[in-house]
Nanobody
Framework: QVQFVESGGGLVQPGGSLRLSCAAS????????MRWYRQAPGKERELVAQ????????NYADSVKGRFTISRDNVKNTVYLQMNSLKPEDTAVYYC???????WGQGTQVIVSS
């Protein structure tokens, strides 16, 4: 069955960096667009970034553009999110998923705080 296992979250100070990973299984990973989403406390889940199957096309939410970079490894069936210059408003649980959406993983918590 489809499974996403997110990792790499943690507590980081403002201005710091984290690299999130998402290991996918149960579908033809290399054929799918992949996305990172996040959900902050009391807010709806929002789309953060998207990458095409061959990595040629990458799109970002305005709030993270220039700070976050999405990438993927189609051999390892893994999608990454490099997050730099983190801000307190980036605090959220981060999830990955495919396009179209499949079942959600457990996410990984990111807390940006001094």
């Amino acid at each position: 069955q489809v499974q996403f296992v997110e990792s790499g979250g943690g507590l980081v100070q403002p201005g710091g960096s984290l690299r999130l990973s998402c290991a996918a299984s149960g579908f033809s990973f290399s054929s799918y667009h992949m996305r990172w989403y996040r959900q902050a406390p009391g807010k709806e889940r929002e789309l953060v970034a998207q990458i095409s199957p061959g990595s040629a096309n990458r799109n970002y939410a305005d709030s993270v553009k220039g700070r976050f970079t999405i990438s993927r490894d189609n051999v390892k069936n893994t999608v990454y999110l490099q997050m730099n210059s983190l801000k307190p408003e980036d605090t959220a649980v981060y999830y990955c998923n495919a396009v179209p959406l499949k079942s959600w993983g457990q996410g990984t918590q990111v807390i940006v705080s001094s």
